[in-house]
C-alpha cells in the first residue's frame, strides 16, 4: 500500500512578520500532528490600527503522513 497523507488548515498570527506566523504555526502543529511534510501558505492579510501593521496573519494547508 502507498503512503497516505491528510492536509489540516490551520491559521497563525505574529506582531513581528509573515515568517514568524509561519514559523510559529508549523511549531505548534508539530505537537499535535505526526510526520510533517510540507506547508503551503494558502493565504496571507495584515492587521491594521492607525495606519500601522498590528499583526501579521497566515493561513496554512499543513500536509501529513498518516500512520499505517
Do not use: H
Not at 514568524?20 to 511534510?37: F, M, S, V
Amino acid at each position: 500500500m502507498g503512503t497516505i497523507a491528510k492536509i489540516s488548515e490551520i491559521s497563525c498570527q505574529s506582531t513581528k512578520s509573515f515568517e514568524d506566523a509561519i514559523t510559529t504555526g508549523i511549531a505548534r502543529a508539530n505537537k499535535t500532528l505526526r510526520q510533517i511534510e510540507s506547508a503551503w501558505v494558502k493565504e496571507m492579510k495584515v492587521a491594521v490600527e492607525g495606519g500601522n501593521v498590528k499583526a501579521y496573519q497566515v493561513n496554512l494547508l499543513v500536509t501529513f503522513v498518516l500512520d499505517e
